[in-house]
Structures are given as C-alpha cells and as structure tokens.
C-alpha cells in the first residue's frame, strides 16, 4: 500500500480528487473553490493601506486561509512521509529542450539551477522567483481567479468568463515557455 | 446576496464565500483537513513541478491536460447533480454559486498570469504546497506574489476593464 502510494499518482487519480474538491468545499459550506483569493485576504489582514479593494472582513473569508494552510501542511506530508523514491521522470523532448537551455538538475520537482537561494542572488533567479511570483500574484487578481477559481471551478459551472481567462492563462503560458525562456534562462 | 458578498463582488473578486451563516473560527478547521489532502495530491502527482508545467507548455505530456480536464468533467458532473437536487450544505443553507462577469482583466490579467505559470512553474495552490514541501526559496515567490496581488488592489482603478 505504502509503496503504492509512494509512486507519482497517475493523473485521473490526481484529476478526480481536485475534482471533488468543488462539491465538497460547497457541501461544507457554501464555498467556491479558488486558491488567489488566499493572496488577497492576505493583503487584506496584513498590509491594507487603507486600498477600497482590502476594506472589506477579510474575517469572513478566514476559511479559504485555513484551506491554504491545509495545502502548504499536506506538501509537507506528501514530501516527509510519502516520499517517491524515484528521480521525476522527465518527457525526453522536454528534457534535452531544457538541457539545452542551461537546465542541469532534473532530480527533483524543482531544477536546483533556478529555484535554490544562491540562484536568488543571479539575475536569472530574480527574474525566475521575484518577476515570476509577482506576474502570478498581479495577474490572478486582475483575472479574478486562477486555475482553481477560473479553470476548474469557472468552467464545471459553464461561465464563458472562465474559459476565456483559461486560454489566456495557457497563450501566456506557451508565449513564455517558447519565446520568453531561451532568452531569460541564458541571463 | 449578503453586503459583504456584495462589496467583495463589486471589487472584483472571483471567488467569494456564499454562505450567509456566521460560524466560529474552529468551524474552519475543515477546510484545512480538505487543504491537507489536496496538498498531498498536488505533490503526489507532481502537479507542483516545475518540470510538469514545463512539459504542458511543450505540449510533451499529457499529463496535466489529464488532470486539469479530469477535475474540470467531475467538477461540471457534481455541479450538475447539486443544482439538479436542490442539494443542501451541512448547515443546511441552499448552495449556490455565482456567475462570473466578463471583463477585459480576464484577457490582460489572463496572459499575465500565464507568463508568471510558465516561469515559476506555479499557481497559487502549488506555491504553498512548494513551500510545505521543503522548496523554502518559493518563500520569495509567494511573498512576490502577494505583493503582485496588494499592487493590482491599489492600481485596479487604472487599469483598463
């Protein structure tokens, strides 16, 4: 069972339990599964400013920070206890594309060469966890949502908005990969 | 709809809390056990790798289209079965989900949005389950973000709709 368990999920298991999250969190009470929001009552309790868009009872929506709490406790679970034994296997293509562009460490979930705290002093680590959280945290909240809220929450209620914000979520996404990287992970 | 839905809504939030009912703090503690489990998920399908949004963008794998349109089928089919029954919360409070209106932040904020995924490899969801995970650098990220998201609240005004 263990060792079941410890081997990546394949991605229907991994895509039915993210589905039942929307029924659940509405049986529980009431809630639209959305995950940005988090980084708004964020703002909200801690830095306001006296901004209308943080004057609002950030109190009332404290189920959606415990719900992220959540999260950030069961990555640690997930990467503590049920650990896979085995280096992330990486699609060939993708492998020697990013090879190619200067990527070394494939071991993890994450490369070592962008994502670590000596990368955080290079340009190309600024630009990697700085430019690239910011773009997340600026550009969910003037879509309204992000993956959770606008492609898996937005779109099984059937709200055009949505799949409109999903395709731009993706353009972008492709536009970087393919014309921003070779560029930004040469820096 | 309550006031407070209401002024969420009217500053333009797309996730808002439709329950009327005001509950004790520790009522919340349910919503971090569903937090946990799907954390769990997150990192067991290696949803929160770098190198699996890598592969969606190279359009590599199928991976994450598997998932994203898996929870999409069962997200609509449960939404179905709700609305159909008339199906209640545990409060017992009629549940209902609001509409979503159009504006051109869906497009900008959209493409934006996707230029950080494709950088950070991460939504909002699995920068906390990076951080849970060990990656204590995606600390920095997630501060950036939230700081992202305080510059959006206090330049929303000017930017066009």
């Known amino acids: ?187 | 709809m309550s006031k407070h839905t209401e002024n969420l809504e009217q500053t333009g939030t797309a996730c808002v809390n439709q329950s009327e009912i005001t509950q004790p703090w520790y009522s919340n503690i349910k919503y971090a056990v569903v937090g946990i489990l799907f954390g769990i998920v997150f990192v067991k399908a290696e949803i929160v790798s770098w190198f699996r949004i890598q592969e969606m963008f190279r359009l590599d794998s199928f991976h994450m289209y598997g998932v994203i349109g898996t929870a999409i089928a069962v997200g609509m089919l449960s939404l179905q079965i709700i609305k159909r029954k008339k199906i209640k919360s545990i409060d017992g409070e009629q549940i209902e989900v609001h509409d979503k209106k159009f504006d051109k932040g869906q497009i900008y904020g959209g493409l934006l949005f996707g230029f950080g995924w494709a950088l950070t490899g991460a939504c909002p969801g699995p920068l906390f389950a990076q951080i849970g995970a060990g990656f204590t650098v995606v600390i920095v990220t997630f501060l950036s973000a939230v700081f992202g998201t305080w510059v959006y609240g206090k330049y929303n005004d000017k930017l066009p709709h």
Request: hydrophobic share 50%; net charge neutral.
């Open chain 1, 1 to 187: 069972m263990i060792e079941f368990i410890s081997q990546p999920w394949p991605w229907y298991v991994a895509g039915i339990l993210i589905g039942l999250t929307v029924p659940t969190l509405l049986l529980l009470g009431n809630k639209s599964f959305g995950i940005s929001s988090s980084l708004r009552h964020i703002c909200a309790a801690c830095i306001p400013a006296k901004i209308p868009f943080f004057q609002y009872d950030w109190k009332r929506e404290s189920w959606n920070l415990f719900f992220v709490g959540g999260v950030l406790i069961g990555g640690f679970i997930a990467a503590t206890f049920l650990t896979n034994p085995n280096d992330v296997v990486v699609a060939e293509k993708t492998h020697d594309q990013l090879f190619a562009l200067g990527i070394k460490d494939f071991g993890g979930l994450m490369p070592e060469d962008l994502f670590s705290w000596e990368s955080l002093a290079t340009l190309r680590g600024l630009v990697f966890m700085v430019l690239g959280g910011f773009l997340v945290g600026f550009g969910t909240r003037y879509a309204g949502g992000c993956t959770s809220g606008h492609a898996i929450m937005g779109i099984s209620n059937l709200q055009w908005p949505s799949v409109i914000a999903t395709c731009c979520f993706m353009v972008g996404g492709f536009l970087m990969t393919w014309f921003g990287l070779p560029f930004l992970l040469n820096l």
